[in-house]
């Protein structure tokens, strides 16, 4: 690994790169200096460690923040099932028992938070127009709640962006085993949820839908681009999974981006759940 | 660093060259984990057909990660050969789609271990009919649903927000695998009651309770002396 002619190229794209990494640049140099093997065998590790201190998130939410983080996607995910359940969209009786489900369960998220939080949990109806929400996301997916497409399409979304919100939030988390379990518990449940929606929506003829993501957007929906940016990421604690092996040649780019679920930070969804009314 | 095991034999072209790289700093590291996980335990036979996850910390549960990983991917790659009769294409796809997945996972925790890392497990199939459909997906589901449970239950003992996001990135599509796996056994059945609690949310294991399951099917025991389990 060469791991200076990466700095440069680095600084080629980033020329603030050296002040993001100041002074650890000159602690790279000497690992690299010293020649240690073990060091040398650690820097996978360590490298990727040092991409998240230059471009990773700075402020350090408090364990209440992202509880009620969690929460506000909880009410619209519970509104937006409640919703579709609800509504008059001619759903397939295997579909309806999916969306049943998956309607118990982020309403029961919602009371679990809720009273996790207690005193501190955000109302509901703080959110949206009056507690309402807007589906159609300003018109974007104006059917939302009559055509049953429509709706699949913004509820994968919804799954699939709910898993790499929790999934950002974890590193806050460290070392409190009861909360960081809790999320955990949660966050792989949407990824339940969210091979769910896909297979219904393969189903129902979304043939390049798999129950995981692969590549970027792979939806089909050009307006949900920004919920899979950085889904496309092969490269995952410095090791770039498809210079690895296969079974047949290396890893595919396929394969890579399916084997891992990317995070998004909280300022990325929110930004992505605000069209829908979530404040 | 001798590996040549049932594993390797069922990918013999896979991931050498990676490893090898290392290999030469890899001796001195794997032998001082062997010998401090010896000396606590004289009589664990570990060193002729079972190994221990090592001292407690962040490299032990990305070891322990990594042993989940290789038997996952071990059982894919023996079902993607010896696929049972009367699957659609569509399982065939999607489930060579998994086992990709799987191997991915296992090569990454190879690679990023590094010499660090436990040696390559032997599995041990014998109790699963590859030829029957329902064994089959039995047995991927009990794979997939042990995997969200244990990467669950083990993330809090990590230290690094770094490696916990990392096992966040897999454990997700986990959980995506074992929703698919369980529709295909019995549609609705992605979240169920058996894995599901009355909060909406998965159930997670302890490391004692995964490993039990997982070496069920390992020649290779694998044990976690330093957090209270032992296959012996």
């Not at chain 1, 983080?69 to 509504?87: D, I, P, Q, T, W």
């Not at chain 2, 009355?198 to 995964?210: L, R, T």
Request: net charge negative; hydrophobic share 45%; glycine share 8%.
């Amino acid at each position: 690994m060469n791991l200076l002619g990466i700095i440069d190229e680095i600084e080629k794209v980033d020329p603030d790169f050296q002040d993001r990494i100041s002074p650890r640049r000159a602690a790279i140099k000497n690992i690299t200096s010293f020649g240690s093997k073990v060091a040398v065998a650690a820097l996978p590790f360590a490298l990727g460690s040092l991409m998240k201190k230059a471009y990773g998130q700075t402020a350090t939410p408090s364990v209440n923040d992202v509880l009620n983080y969690a929460l506000k996607l909880e009410y619209l995910e519970a509104a937006f099932y409640n919703a579709g359940v609800a509504s008059n969209i001619t759903f397939s009786a295997t579909e309806k028992s999916y969306l049943v489900t998956i309607q118990g369960h982020e309403n029961a998220h919602v009371a679990f938070l809720k009273s996790v939080l207690g005193s501190a949990a955000v109302a509901q109806n703080t959110q949206g127009a009056n507690g309402t929400y807007d589906f159609t996301a300003g018109g974007a997916f104006n059917d939302v709640l009559t055509n049953a497409d429509t709706f699949f399409a913004v509820a994968q979304a919804f799954e699939d962006t709910g898993v790499r919100a929790y999934k950002g939030q974890a590193g806050f988390l460290v070392g409190n085993q009861t909360v960081l379990t809790a999320a955990l518990d949660i966050h792989s449940v949407e990824a339940r949820h969210a091979s769910a929606i896909r297979q219904i929506r393969r189903a129902r003829g979304a043939s390049g839908t798999k129950p995981w993501v692969v590549g970027a957007n792979d939806t089909g929906i050009a307006a949900v681009n920004n919920n899979y940016a950085g889904e496309d990421n092969v490269l995952q604690g410095g090791v770039t999974i498809t210079s690895l092996n296969g079974v047949n040649g290396n890893i595919s780019a396929a394969a890579a981006t399916g084997a891992f679920d990317e995070p998004l930070t909280s300022a990325q969804v929110v930004a992505l759940v605000a069209p829908f009314g979530v404040k | 660093m001798k590996t040549e095991t049932q594993f390797e034999n069922a990918d013999a072209n896979m991931a050498r060259r990676s490893f090898l790289r290392y290999a030469g700093a890899g001796v001195a590291a794997v032998g001082l984990l062997s010998a401090a996980s010896c000396s606590k335990d004289k009589n664990n036979p570990h060193t002729t057909n079972g190994l221990d996850i090592g001292a407690t910390g962040d490299l032990a549960i990305l070891n322990y990660a990594y042993a989940l990983e290789q038997l996952e991917a071990a059982f894919y790659i023996n079902v993607a050969a010896h696929m049972y009769s009367g699957a659609s294409s569509e399982e065939i796809a999607l489930l060579t789609d998994i086992r990709d997945h799987e191997v991915a996972h296992r090569e990454f925790f190879k690679t990023a271990l590094s010499t660090n890392a436990i040696k390559a497990l032997t599995p041990n199939f014998s109790s699963i009919d590859f030829s029957d459909r329902a064994k089959v997906l039995a047995a991927a589901k009990a794979f997939e649903d042990t995997g969200v449970s244990a990467y669950n239950g083990a993330g809090y003992l990590l230290k690094s927000a770094e490696y916990l996001l990392l096992a966040g990135k897999i454990v997700s599509v986990e959980a995506r695998h074992a929703s698919y796996i369980r529709n295909l056994i019995s549609p609705n059945s992605f979240a169920d009651s058996t894995v599901i609690d009355s909060n909406g949310m998965d159930k997670p294991q302890s490391i004692a309770q995964v490993l039990t399951i997982a070496n069920g099917f390992l020649t290779t025991k694998v044990s976690a002396t330093n957090y209270g389990y032992k296959a012996y």
